[in-house]
């Protein structure tokens, strides 16, 4: 089947470096999605992989390991509007062309002064 | 540019009912997207939309459920009738269905409370 393992909580002081892990297991890989969701608001796109590597945007990166299955979201110089859940996504290849993300639970991120 | 819009942001309704959640995408998005959040689990796929077609429907829990999306632009998800296990936060999103990255955009989804 299609899995997907996150942290379900994670605490961290303003200022600091985080590191969020997200481990899958998937078929028909076609990239993997960071997003960011506030309570009560929609995710928004934090970042993508598709390639091996770290992809940087700021405070944000995002790194993938295709052979491993594991990507982790670097959060740096934490501000307390970073408090929210972080969602690890894997897009996914099925049926012919058809592709649809794959969720993990989440991790609930607090930022402590 | 204006954002993914859903509608109601919450509905509460009693077992049997029927409900519809209509979701606008952004302007100009060809692929809209379903997905449903039930307390304590991941997201999950509903079914995707190429402009006025379903692509893949797979996700759609059962025949209670019917997604339409006329002439491509809104679309609106009715649950009839609907059941407990139904309660959960709807989201809608999409994308331009162009490039490798292709990103989805999510609108703020319809909390659904069946009871």
């Known amino acids: 089947g299609q899995n997907i393992d996150q942290p379900t909580e994670m605490t961290a002081t303003e200022g600091a470096i985080v590191q969020i892990n997200c481990t899958y297991q998937?078929?028909?890989?076609?990239?993997l999605f960071w997003y960011q969701q506030h309570a009560g608001e929609a995710p928004t796109f934090l970042s993508y992989?598709?390639l091996d590597g770290l992809e940087e945007k700021g405070r944000f990166s995002s790194f993938l390991s295709r052979s491993k299955g594991y990507s982790y979201l670097l959060l740096k110089e934490l501000q307390m509007k970073d408090s929210a859940s972080y969602l690890c996504?894997?897009?996914?290849?099925?049926?012919?062309?058809?592709?649809?993300?794959?969720w993990g639970l989440g991790t609930s991120l607090a930022v402590n002064p | 540019e204006a954002g993914v819009t859903q509608f109601p942001s919450h509905s509460v309704i009693e077992k049997g009912q029927t409900v519809t959640l209509r979701c606008d995408p952004i302007?100009?998005?060809?692929?809209l997207y379903w997905y449903r959040r039930v307390m304590g689990k991941e997201i999950k796929f509903l079914l995707h939309?190429?402009?006025?077609?379903?692509?893949?429907e797979s996700g759609m829990p059962n025949n209670r459920f019917l997604a339409e999306r006329t002439g491509g632009t809104y679309s609106t998800l009715k649950v009839q009738p609907a059941e407990l296990e139904d309660s959960g936060v709807y989201f809608c999103?999409?994308?331009?269905?162009?490039?490798?990255?292709?990103?989805?955009?999510f609108g703020p989804g319809t909390r659904l409370t069946v009871l």
């Open positions: 999103a999409s994308s331009h269905g162009q490039g490798g990255t292709d990103t989805q955009y």
């Open positions: 302007s100009g998005h060809d692929n």
């Open positions: 939309f190429v402009k006025e077609s379903k692509q893949d």
């Open positions: 998937t078929s028909g890989f076609n990239g």
């Open positions: 992989n598709v």
């Open positions: 996504a894997v897009r996914v290849y099925y049926a012919g062309n058809n592709r649809k993300l794959i």
